[in-house]
């Protein structure tokens, strides 16, 4: 019974409340996650966000991507905080239709085969490349080389996914084979 209400639930989310966003099949968000890109946000297959997470910015996410829970996709530009005379508070925001400034274009990656660790925060405008994990608490606010493990405030590069370039070439000639028997 719990599984049939976690797919209603999954259903519900994806064809009513973030319709007007592209989101792949085998879709599923823990509770009190929040979705909002000015541009859009589009989600691959067999994703899973974990709860309290927050999107908020324009994403294009890939396939098999595993977000924990308290993730934050956060803009770095979210507010005008250089508007001449305004208070940050009451200057422009990325959510006004006008709005211009820094930010207006940035679009946050995150490649196909990406875990995101409990309570990261990427910034806006990062590429997460392909395979990579990123260490629990995690600020990212740089592009991330793929299949790397990075971690840290700012997160760095901590070491290479696999141990060798053998192991990872294991990796992708046999994930290449699931997606294309998963696709057929």
Request: net charge positive; proline share 1%.
């Amino acid at each position: 019974m719990t599984n049939i209400l976690k797919q209603l639930r999954d259903v519900y989310l994806v064809k009513v409340k973030w319709r007007g966003y592209a989101i792949g099949k085998h879709f599923h968000a823990g509770r009190n996650v929040f979705l909002w890109g000015k541009k859009g946000i589009t989600i691959g297959d067999n994703c899973y966000i974990g709860k309290y997470s927050v999107i908020e910015n324009t994403t294009r996410i890939g396939n098999d991507v595993l977000i924990a829970n308290f993730v934050a996709i956060v803009g770095r530009y979210d507010h005008h905080y250089q508007q001449i005379g305004r208070p940050t508070r009451l200057a422009s925001a990325i959510r006004d239709r006008d709005y211009n400034w820094l930010g207006a274009d940035q679009v946050t990656v995150i490649e196909d085969d990406v875990w995101i660790g409990f309570g990261a925060i990427v910034l806006s405008g990062v590429t997460i490349g392909a395979g990579s994990i990123i260490a629990a608490g995690s600020v990212v606010t740089k592009d991330v080389e793929r299949y790397s493990i990075y971690g840290g405030n700012p997160a760095k590069k901590i070491k290479d996914r696999f141990d060798s370039d053998e192991d990872l070439q294991k990796h992708i000639a046999i994930y290449k084979k699931f997606k294309e028997q998963d696709a057929g």
